[in-house]
């Protein structure tokens, strides 16, 4: 059975450059904050970091102390089994109820059992009811 929870997720800008991205993990680590998920995207001067850490309020308050805008926002963080039609299976649940999915991101090694999850929808209440409802389902 998977488990799914609303988590906050951080939006952090950061220089397209060699070494912004290790000095930001680097800083991170040093004050004991895990990474559970994170996705990049560029643009020409800037990315866009987005990630779910163990820790948000002291992520925000060291990122912003090295003047990194940050702006945090609710996802959903699902457990999920890693197979075939799993992904499916979410998307066409939270389709069927009208709530659209505005990105995902995923990883899982391809031998593990479960993968992690992280869904930005445009109703996060709504989603977790749907989603909790499907696996009570099952």
């Given amino acids: ?8 997720q951080l939006a952090i800008f950061i220089a397209n450059r060699p070494g912004t991205l290790s000095d930001m993990c680097d800083a991170l680590a040093g004050d004991k904050i895990n990474i559970y998920g994170l996705t ?3 643009t020409v001067d800037h990315a866009v970091v987005r990630m779910v ?3 948000t309020s002291r992520a925000i308050a060291l990122l ?3 003047g990194t805008l940050v702006v945090d926002s609710e996802v959903l963080m699902v ?3 890693n197979r075939p039609g799993s992904l499916s299976r979410i998307a066409r649940c939270l389709s069927g109820a009208k709530i ?5 991101y995923l990883a899982s090694m391809p031998t593990a059992k479960k993968g992690l999850l992280i869904l930005r929808v ?3 209440k709504k989603a977790l009811k749907v989603l909790t409802s499907m696996d009570s389902a099952n």
Avoid: C, F, G, L
Wanted: cysteine-free; proline content about 0%.
């Fill in 64 to 66: 912003e102390s090295h």
């Fill in 122 to 124: 445009n109703d996060v």
């Fill in 53 to 55: 850490v163990s820790d």
């Fill in 100 to 104: 659209n999915i505005e990105y995902a």
């Fill in 1 to 8: 059975m998977k488990s799914t929870r609303i988590v906050d």
């Fill in 79 to 81: 457990e999920n089994d």
């Fill in 40 to 42: 990049v995207s560029d």
